[in-house]
């Protein structure tokens, strides 16, 4: 089991920025994603990024969504660039595949248009 703890989120306009965070013990070693989860949807894998750093973001968000690692932090990060109306949900971080018994909080992201 992995504690994490996500960050970072909060309210922006429509066409902003947002950087999000994910600490916790043992990320450095382990493939790590960031989810997401819209009212009234089922929570969808976003991007996930393997212990070497090598990236892969879902389809139909690339060009707006970065995933990073920060190795000194133990820290994970998404950035999210150009925000819409449809980003707004609560993101989680997990392992990839994620482990039913590290979801946290998440941090709520919501945009206003």
């Known amino acids: 089991q992995v504690q994490l703890v996500e960050s970072g989120g909060g309210l922006v306009q429509a066409g902003g920025s947002m950087r999000l965070s994910c600490a916790g013990s043992?990320?450095?070693?382990?493939?790590m994603a960031w989810y997401r989860q819209a009212p009234g949807k089922q929570r969808e894998f976003v991007a996930r990024?393997?212990?070497?750093?090598?990236?892969s973001v879902a389809n139909d968000l690339r060009g707006r969504f970065t995933i990073a690692r920060d190795y000194a932090k133990n820290t994970v990060h998404l950035q999210i660039n150009n925000l819409k109306f449809e980003d707004t949900a609560i993101y989680y971080c997990?392992?990839?595949?994620?482990?039913?018994?590290?979801w946290g909080q998440g941090t709520q992201v919501t945009v206003s248009s």
């Open positions: 990024i393997s212990i070497t750093g090598v990236t």
């Open positions: 997990n392992t990839n595949p994620p482990q039913s018994n590290s």
């Open positions: 043992g990320i450095n070693n382990r493939a």
